[in-house]
């Protein structure tokens, strides 16, 4: 069983900074890409950043330049760290992962989601 959990959501004015943490736990073998999605109420979810096994990124157009996400692979932990935050970024943050599992296949794993919200 894995499980990811998320952390680092919250309140914060505009232009304020926050940084979201997910930490996988449980029967892992090898961790593949993780990411960051993000779903605001009404809205379909939204892939955010990207980071593969070996630190390559990419970036929705929406947070290029405000937006970093990283890695740390020994503890497998995937990282956002949302800076010059807007209105529009309100939304549930979730993480996903690509894990190699105790079943001997990669598998996709979600995190049970970790509110932003960007108000002032």
């Known amino acids: 069983q894995v499980q990811l959990v998320e952390s680092g959501g919250g309140l914060v004015q505009p232009g304020g900074s926050l940084r979201l943490s997910c930490a996988a736990s449980g029967s892992i073998f090898s961790t593949n890409a993780m990411a960051w999605y993000r779903q605001a109420p009404g809205k379909q979810r939204e892939l955010v950043a990207h980071?593969?096994?070996?630190?390559?990124?990419n970036y929705a157009d929406s947070v290029k330049g405000r937006f970093t996400i990283s890695r740390d692979n020994a503890k497998n932990t995937v990282y956002l760290q949302m800076n010059s935050l807007k209105p529009e970024d309100t939304a549930v943050y979730y993480c996903?992962?690509?894990?190699?599992?105790?079943?001997?296949?990669?598998?996709?794993?979600w995190g049970q989601g970790t509110q932003v919200t960007v108000s002032s």
């Open positions: 980071i593969t096994s070996g630190g390559s990124t």
């Open positions: 996903n992962a690509n894990i190699l599992d105790g079943t001997g296949y990669y598998r996709s794993y």
